[in-house]
């Protein structure tokens, strides 16, 4: 489990990141609202407190940004006499609030039931490096770029990822994404492993699909 705290005082976030590490969790610190952005972003931390008075980009808008290409559980830390900071936050998507001055115990409570509500809640996000889909909202990132897919790249890629370390082979493939019906040839997997190639791989300068010569594809970790 880690955890991005983001506090520009620094006796206060010193203060957090050692009662988590108490409890067990990894943590990671900064200070400034861009440099937080690029953290969350790149990085999948389990969740992220958020202070909103920040310099360089405050609270609100890293939420906003970062909601604009990921989920992660965030908890927006508030001054008491800024009730609209709190209004805006949750309208953005922030999962929870606490208002400074808070007591250590009630952020540590809110911290677990959140990341258990996201837990449970099977968010659906399937990921692989920086390659991430969101099977529910069937957006597919790559770091922060947006990637976009057909109907049938999308299954095909979501059906190698949900068997990632698994080779698959093309019968496989073609049952699972186009189904017994398909009077097609094993061909058009081959067809779209070289669209999704060429959208992500070819643009990326990586290897996300791997060929197994007479075995069919996989996608590793
Ligand atoms: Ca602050």
Same mark, same amino acid.
């Not at 202070?51 to 980009?57: A, C, G, K, Q």
């Not at 994404?177 to 094993?186: A, E, I, K, P, Q």
């Given at each position: 489990m880690k955890i991005l705290i983001v506090e520009d005082e620094t006796s206060i976030s010193r203060f957090v990141q050692l009662e988590l590490e108490h409890e067990g969790y990894g943590t990671e610190c900064v200070a400034d609202g861009r440099e937080a952005l690029d953290k969350a972003v790149q990085n999948d931390y389990d969740l992220i407190v958020l %202070? #909103?008075?920040?310099?360089?980009?405050n609270g609100i808008e890293v939420l906003r940004r970062l909601r604009q290409v990921k989920q992660t559980p965030v908890i927006i830390l508030t001054a008491r006499d800024q009730i609209m900071d709190k209004v805006a936050g949750l309208d953005l998507g922030a999962d929870d609030y606490m208002t400074k001055p808070f007591a250590i115990e009630e952020l540590l409570a809110r911290i677990r039931t959140n990341i258990k509500k996201r837990t449970q809640s099977g968010s659906g996000v399937l990921t692989c490096g920086k390659l991430k889909v969101d099977t529910e909202a069937h957006i597919v990132n790559y770091g922060s770029d947006v990637i976009d897919l057909t109907k049938k790249e999308f299954d095909l890629l979501v059906y190698l990822l949900a068997n990632r370390n698994v080779v698959i082979s093309r019968e496989q493939a073609l049952d699972a #994404?186009?189904?017994? %019906?398909?009077?097609?040839?094993?061909n058009v997997v081959d067809v779209y492993i070289r669209y999704l190639r060429s959208k992500i791989d070819d643009v990326y300068n990586c290897t996300v699909i791997h060929t197994v010569r007479g075995a069919g594809y996989v996608i590793r970790d």
């Open positions: %202070d #909103v008075m920040l310099p360089s980009l #994404v186009w189904g017994f %019906d398909f009077y097609g040839n094993t």
